[in-house]
T-cell receptor
Framework: DAGVTQSPTHLIKTRGQQVTLRCSPKSGHDTVSWYQQALGQGPQFIFQYYEEEERQRGNFPDRFSGHQFPNYSSELNVNALLLGDSALYLC?????????????FGPGTRLTVT | LAKTTQPISMDSYEGQEVNITCSHNNIATNDYITWYQQFPSQGPRFIIQGYKTKVTNEVASLFIPADRKSSTLSLPRVSLSDTAVYYCLVGDNNAGNMLTFGGGTRLMVKP
């Protein structure tokens, strides 16, 4: 049973560019959440997707958008990249009907903006 | 959401018991206390969750006093592989799966 997978592992982009990160949830999970983790800090909630719709959103600008597909996989898109967007982007999955605070995280995508 | 306060860092030696305390003075009646562990370059991993008194699993124990304004994560006989950041989270299980992380406690286990 594969856990949460993310791609790519690492990514280097230039300011102003756009990036798409991908996530496949753990088998049986229907809810996907995205988090941004800056170096030395705890993860910060970006948004959550369920039934292909954004269910909750954290304090992130509209440059951050997402999508969930019928197979529950998800994408995170970031437009007009800023240097401050450099971080580890984590995807977490859970069953919506399950215990809220037990989420399964992927290994993350390390994004570097130069 | 209740704010949590925990030590920035702790040092320990192999074989010792480690206790990490988290303060959450404004915890609400419906809030649960959850701990996650994160190794470098990996995503956080759920360790344990509790509401009151004591919870124990194969990894750790969680002690919650009657007033629930604090909690203590206890790691028995730590090894070098327990070196990680430990996060204390407090929130309503009906809050829609949004996790609010603080800065965490960086535990360094030395030989």
């Amino acid at each position: 049973d594969a856990g949460v997978t993310q791609s790519p592992t690492h990514l280097i982009k230039t300011r102003g560019q756009q990036v798409t990160l991908r996530c496949s949830p753990k088998s049986g999970h229907d809810t996907v959440s995205w988090y941004q983790q800056a170096l030395g800090q705890g993860p910060q909630f970006i948004f959550q997707y369920y039934e292909e719709e954004e269910r909750q959103r954290g304090n992130f600008p509209d440059r951050f958008s997402g999508h969930q597909f019928p197979n529950y996989s998800s994408e995170l898109n970031v437009n007009a990249l800023l240097l401050g967007d450099s971080a580890l982007y984590l995807c977490a999955s859970s069953p919506l009907a399950g215990r809220t605070y037990e989420q399964y995280f992927g290994p993350g995508t390390r994004l570097t903006v130069t | 959401l209740a704010k949590t306060t925990q030590p920035i860092s702790m040092d320990s030696y192999e074989g010792q018991e480690v206790n990490i305390t988290c303060s959450h003075n404004n915890i609400a009646t419906n809030d649960y206390i959850t701990w996650y562990q994160q190794f470098p370059s990996q995503g956080p991993r759920f360790i344990i969750q509790g509401y009151k008194t004591k919870v124990t699993n194969e990894v750790a124990s969680l002690f919650i006093p009657a007033d629930r304004k604090s909690s203590t994560l206890s790691l028995p006989r730590v090894s070098l592989s327990d070196t990680a950041v430990y996060y204390c989270l407090v929130g309503d299980n009906n809050a829609g799966n949004m996790l609010t992380f603080g800065g965490g406690t960086r535990l360094m286990v030395k030989p």
